[in-house]
């Protein structure tokens, strides 16, 4: 157990449904990351929060969103989800988001929309 | 932004042979590179790290080089095992106000026995 929980572990869904995957990060650290992983992308950065804060921006589609709550969990959501939205979808937590930081991944969500 | 390029996609080797694997990056203010050994169907865990301060790093039967002024680095597996094979990805972050990782494409390592 890395630290950083994911849920749902999977999740298959119709298209133009809309999900919300949520991360809780490692105790004490307080930058998230979302990384998209399709099987011929490797990992893709969509988003980075620091203490409830945005703080960069990847390729994230307009359809996705996300948040990070005073607790520090955070939830990307995803909607008018079409068949190439599915993928794993990754988490990871590192204390400061700062340059030496090192991240720490949850074990991810698998989306599939059929 | 950072650029990271990862060769080769695929590598076998033979079981007690190394393994390297190379990576470019795009941007000199990258200080920060840290490879990912990632098992069919887990997540990326963090192998090793190098900072732009040093050149080389080992732990165990894994090192890791970094050339700045080509701006490159390597991932070497001495002795490899079995259990050496996953997908391993190389990450870059600049230093800059955007402190996300990027990854490179990854490469996936057989250990023949």
């Known amino acids: 157990d890395s630290g950083v929980t994911q849920t749902p572990k999977h999740l298959i869904t119709a298209t133009g449904q809309r999900v919300t995957l949520r991360c809780s990060p490692r105790?004490?650290?307080?930058?998230v990351y979302w990384y998209q992983q399709s099987l011929d992308q490797g990992l893709q950065f969509l988003i980075q929060?620091?203490?409830?804060?945005?703080?960069a921006k990847g390729n994230i589609l307009e359809r996705f969103s996300a948040q990070q709550f005073p607790d520090l969990h955070s939830e990307l959501n995803l909607s008018s989800l079409e068949l190439g939205d599915s993928a794993l979808y990754f988490c990871?937590?590192?204390?400061?988001?700062?340059?030496?930081?090192?991240?720490?991944f949850g074990s991810g969500t698998r989306l599939t929309v059929v | 932004g950072e650029n990271v390029e990862q060769h080769p996609s695929t590598l076998s080797v033979q079981e007690g042979d190394s393994a390297v694997i190379k990576c470019t990056y795009s941007?000199?203010?990258?200080?920060?590179f840290p490879w990912y050994k990632q098992e069919l169907g887990k997540r990326p865990q963090l192998i090793i790290d190098?900072?732009?301060?040093?050149g080389e790093k080992k732990d165990q039967r894994i090192a890791v080089t970094l050339n700045k002024t080509a701006k490159h680095f390597s991932l070497h597996i001495t002795e490899t095992q079995p259990e050496d094979s996953a997908v391993y990805f190389c990450?870059?972050?600049?230093?800059?106000?955007?402190?996300?990782?990027?990854f490179g494409s990854g490469t996936q390592l057989t250990v023949l026995p």
């Open positions: 990871a937590s590192s204390l400061t988001g700062g340059a030496g930081d090192g991240y720490t």
């Open positions: 105790s004490g650290d307080l930058s």
């Open positions: 929060y620091y203490n409830g804060e945005e703080r």
């Open positions: 941007d000199s203010a990258s200080n920060y």
């Open positions: 190098i900072r732009s301060n040093v």
């Open positions: 990450a870059a972050r600049y230093s800059g106000s955007a402190r996300q990782l990027t």
